[in-house]
């Protein structure tokens, strides 16, 4: 198989949700990260009989002692050897404190050996304005954020993170600035922007209210709140535009990502690529971007034309290299190609296949009244819930060797140029310190005050 000489040999810990049936969480990154070439172990943060889209689920929790308790038998049988970490979905802020403790001690074991270990940390804590997790947990993720080499937010998440409102495409800029200089996030990818025809976003706070009737294109959120984000972020892809309530919906088209990796000085080099919705609900797709763009950002980082890239901490480019023609961008650009083939296959199947759900239902008959109604209703929406399953095993191909690259060629965007200077600047503490470092061999530990 083409994904033998992929990458260079990759061992991978995955620390996300886990169903039984269907493909979300470490379900659906465990495979797209094997087809690709990477060794990977998983610590699943739940344990749950099916994602929580089909509105009832059994299963647990993983606590947070549970998630250390399981990396301490790696580290104790010297098990822990990983050159990148993928985290997901962690269902309180204990063990999101659990999961950072383990983030550090992999990037401290790593620390002589620049750009041996990679963090991909994807931020789920809500979508469309809405916060499916604890509050506190919120603070815990920025508590990460100066540890992680790449974060996947979603437009809310990234509103959170930043603490900047996003409503057009300048504040975009500026809150990757923020990530990028506040918090010394080398790369960053914004994920499921809504953008009309002007280029000017959707808000992420858009008020919610009911569907006037049941519909297949719509989810109804649960009371839990841990359900409630397994629901939000991973299916933050193309949807029905109805579901997101939002007017005027004719002049929304695209998808869109918008990526970025940090200059010297942590300026954005800020890129887009747009992808069609698909009218569609589907789950699982957050983990399915964050599990590809692993050993494809492997793959461009070592195939770069900047000499030694994948020695260098946090792989990141020198400033001379255009935001289009960074690595982060060709990785995004197989992505979108990978996931936008798989995505409109699965649609299809899904058509067919309620298509003929629906022939052999009225061709039984329901029977009568609200109740038969409701149960009718509730019945093909598990069935369709079913149908829309992303069943990535079947869809190899389409991981290994994207098609349509050309469709999916990154744009640079200029406004990351635009954005003041002073945006996402670190400000000193009650000394004017700004942070603490290590300096040259013999000087020991340095402050920075202001910009000296």
């Given at each position: 198989?083409?994904?033998?000489?992929?990458?260079?040999?990759?061992?991978?810990?995955?620390?996300?949700?886990?169903?039984?049936?269907?493909?979300?969480?470490?379900?659906?990154?465990?495979?797209?990260?094997?087809?690709?070439?990477?060794?990977?172990?998983?610590?699943?943060?739940?344990?749950?009989?099916?994602?929580?889209?089909?509105?009832?689920?059994?299963?647990?929790?993983?606590?947070?002692?549970?998630?250390?308790?399981?990396?301490?038998?790696?580290?104790?049988?010297?098990?822990?050897?990983?050159?990148?970490?993928?985290?997901?979905?962690?269902?309180?802020?204990?063990?999101?404190?659990?999961?950072?403790?383990?983030?550090?001690?992999?990037?401290?074991?790593?620390?002589?050996?620049?750009?041996?270990?990679?963090?991909?940390?994807?931020?789920?804590?809500?979508?469309?304005?809405?916060?499916?997790?604890?509050?506190?947990?919120?603070?815990?993720?920025?508590?990460?954020?100066?540890?992680?080499?790449?974060?996947?937010?979603?437009?809310?998440?990234?509103?959170?993170?930043?603490?900047?409102?996003?409503?057009?495409?300048?504040?975009?800029?500026?809150?990757?600035?923020?990530?990028?200089?506040?918090?010394?996030?080398?790369?960053?990818?914004?994920?499921?922007?809504?953008?009309?025809?002007?280029?000017?976003?959707?808000?992420?706070?858009?008020?919610?209210?009911?569907?006037?009737?049941?519909?297949?294109?719509?989810?109804?959120?649960?009371?839990?709140?841990?359900?409630?984000?397994?629901?939000?972020?991973?299916?933050?892809?193309?949807?029905?535009?109805?579901?997101?309530?939002?007017?005027?919906?004719?002049?929304?088209?695209?998808?869109?990502?918008?990526?970025?990796?940090?200059?010297?000085?942590?300026?954005?080099?800020?890129?887009?690529?747009?992808?069609?919705?698909?009218?569609?609900?589907?789950?699982?797709?957050?983990?399915?971007?964050?599990?590809?763009?692993?050993?494809?950002?492997?793959?461009?980082?070592?195939?770069?034309?900047?000499?030694?890239?994948?020695?260098?901490?946090?792989?990141?480019?020198?400033?001379?290299?255009?935001?289009?023609?960074?690595?982060?961008a060709k990785a995004c650009q197989k992505v979108l190609a990978s996931m936008q083939s798989i995505l409109g296959q699965t649609t299809k199947k899904?058509?067919?296949?309620?298509?003929?759900?629906?022939?052999?239902?009225?061709?039984?008959?329901?029977?009568?009244?609200?109740?038969?109604?409701?149960?009718?209703?509730?019945?093909?929406?598990?069935?369709?819930?079913?149908?829309?399953?992303?069943?990535?095993?079947?869809?190899?191909?389409?991981?290994?060797?994207?098609?349509?690259?050309?469709?999916?060629?990154?744009r640079k965007l200029e406004e990351g140029n635009k954005v003041p200077e002073e945006v996402g600047k670190a400000e000193g503490d009650e000394l004017?310190?700004?942070?603490?470092?290590?300096?040259?061999?013999?000087?020991?530990?340095?402050?920075?005050?202001?910009?000296?």
């Amino acid at each position: 198989m083409a994904s033998d000489t992929l990458i260079p040999e990759t061992r991978v810990l995955a620390i996300a949700s886990h169903v039984v049936h269907g493909y979300v969480g470490n379900k659906m990154a465990t495979f797209v990260m094997q087809s690709l070439g990477c060794d990977v172990s998983a610590i699943n943060t739940v344990h749950y009989s099916n994602h929580t889209a089909y509105k009832q689920v059994k299963g647990t929790k993983t606590t947070a002692q549970q998630i250390q308790d399981l990396y301490e038998g790696l580290r104790q049988s010297n098990l822990n050897t990983f050159n990148l970490l993928l985290t997901g979905y962690v269902p309180s802020a204990e063990a999101v404190q659990a999961v950072g403790k383990i983030g550090r001690d992999l990037k401290f074991n790593a620390g002589t050996r620049p750009g041996s270990f990679f963090w991909v940390l994807d931020p789920v804590m809500g979508d469309n304005g809405k916060l499916y997790i604890p509050e506190d947990e919120v603070l815990q993720y920025k508590s990460l954020l100066r540890e992680a080499d790449l974060i996947l937010p979603n437009q809310f998440e990234a509103e959170l993170l930043s603490d900047v409102t996003i409503t057009d495409l300048q504040s975009l800029a500026a809150a990757v600035q923020v990530l990028h200089r506040q918090y010394q996030v080398p790369h960053v990818v914004i994920t499921s922007l809504r953008l009309t025809r002007d280029n000017q976003t959707l808000p992420s706070r858009t008020p919610s209210r009911a569907p006037s009737k049941p519909s297949s294109s719509h989810h109804t959120p649960s009371e839990s709140p841990e359900r409630n984000a397994e629901i939000s972020h991973p299916s933050a892809w193309p949807t029905s535009s109805s579901k997101l309530d939002i007017p005027s919906t004719d002049e929304i088209e695209n998808l869109t990502i918008i990526g970025s990796t940090a200059t010297s000085d942590y300026k954005p080099r800020l890129f887009r690529i747009d992808t069609p919705q698909l009218p569609l609900f589907f789950s699982g797709t957050g983990d399915m971007f964050a599990a590809l763009v692993i050993p494809r950002l492997i793959e461009a980082v070592h195939s770069s034309s900047t000499p030694d890239l994948a020695s260098k901490a946090s792989w990141r480019s020198p400033d001379e290299v255009p935001a289009q023609d960074l690595p982060l961008a060709k990785a995004c650009q197989k992505v979108l190609a990978s996931m936008q083939s798989i995505l409109g296959q699965t649609t299809k199947k899904c058509e067919v296949t309620m298509q003929a759900y629906d022939a052999r239902v009225e061709k039984e008959g329901c029977g009568f009244g609200d109740e038969a109604l409701e149960e009718r209703e509730e019945r093909r929406h598990w069935a369709l819930m079913n149908a829309s399953e992303v069943v990535v095993p079947r869809y190899v191909r389409d991981l290994v060797d994207p098609p349509d690259l050309e469709r999916f060629r990154p744009r640079k965007l200029e406004e990351g140029n635009k954005v003041p200077e002073e945006v996402g600047k670190a400000e000193g503490d009650e000394l004017g310190v700004v942070s603490v470092g290590l300096g040259k061999t013999g000087e020991g530990a340095i402050q920075i005050v202001g910009d000296e």
